[in-house]
């Protein structure tokens, strides 16, 4: 239960900064309105609240996190963006995800 919990907790967190990324892009790149920059700010905001909520040391979040976070931006990529991922894409997703695996539920000394 621990490791579904980590990682819905890790694909929020991933979506929310994404999220709060994605939204300036839209306003910078896309011409769309600058209040876009408002729900940014708040979705950033949250991302970062929610890395809080693991239980174990911040650099460990972070490294683990980053692999979630592949694997989250090319779900994006064929989602929001409208490309289908390569098979590469979608094998390093996996590795990551392993890597993020690794990380977060590998044995440690008491």
């Keep these: 239960m621990f490791e579904l919990r980590t990682l819905a907790l890790f694909l929020v967190t991933a979506i929310a900064e994404i999220v709060g990324c994605y939204l300036p892009y839209l306003w910078l790149k896309q011409g769309k309105s600058a209040w876009l920059l408002l729900p940014a700010g708040l979705s950033l905001a949250l991302f970062a609240w929610l890395l809080t909520l693991h239980p174990t040391a911040s650099g460990r979040i972070y490294a683990a996190y980053g692999g979630v976070y592949i694997f989250t931006a090319i779900f994006w990529l064929w989602l929001v963006d409208g490309i289908r991922p390569t098979s590469w894409d ?5 590795v990551a995800l392993g890597g993020m695996a690794i990380i977060m539920f590998g044995p440690r000394a008491a």
Aim: hydrophobic share 80%; charged share 0%.
């Design 90 to 94: 979608i094998v390093g997703a996996f």
